[in-house]
């Protein structure tokens, strides 16, 4: 009886957080849409299209992410398609000038995206250096490993919609690989107060 509850107990949880995850795509599926009714300068019938083709979209990634029947590559592949359909489905409600005006506007948020990016591995390389007595050598490859993982992360996160969609175990396994790279070229010293500084950061954020 007692192990009975204990699973109704865990069914009921799985899906008000299932629930939660879809009501949270939703609504950033209409927030989407009311932003480019903004930058665009969309009509009632364009925003209430945009707004149907994303809430279809997010809907069908999350049918994706939560079927455990098919691997992560399929996954990958199916989320691909559902992009590009979305693409095509936006491209057939815009005119040729709210088309062109949204491809700059994707184009110069990248960009910036992408020098707040530089700026962050950046700065992180010189903190490294300052905390840990860094030599500039040392410095020029922490800074080196930050861009390639910066880019690895960031490709991770365009495989799907949101960072909330980021698959765990692939980022994960990331994290490793970045600690790897980074220990080898540390000192063994250095490794070891840069551990205990991340663990103080930690338990600072707790």
Known sequence: MKKSVVIFGLMMVSTIIFAQHKSDAMERAARQADKMKTELSLDDVQHKAIRAINEDFASGLSKVKNDSAISREAKQTKMKA?????????????TDEQEAKWATHRSEHAKKRKGSMAKHT?????????NLSLSDDQASKIKAI????AEKFRALRNESETARDVT?????QLREEYISKTKS???EEQFKKWEEQKAERKRRRL
Do not use: S
Not at 146 to 149: I, L, P, R, V, Y
């Open 82 to 94: 559902l992009h590009q359909e979305r693409e095509e489905a936006v491209k057939k409600v815009l």
């Open 122 to 130: 950046g700065e992180h390389a010189q903190r490294m250096q300052k």
């Open 146 to 149: 930050d861009k390639e993982f």
């Open 168 to 172: 765990r175990e692939k980022a994960k």
């Open 185 to 187: 070229v540390l000192t």
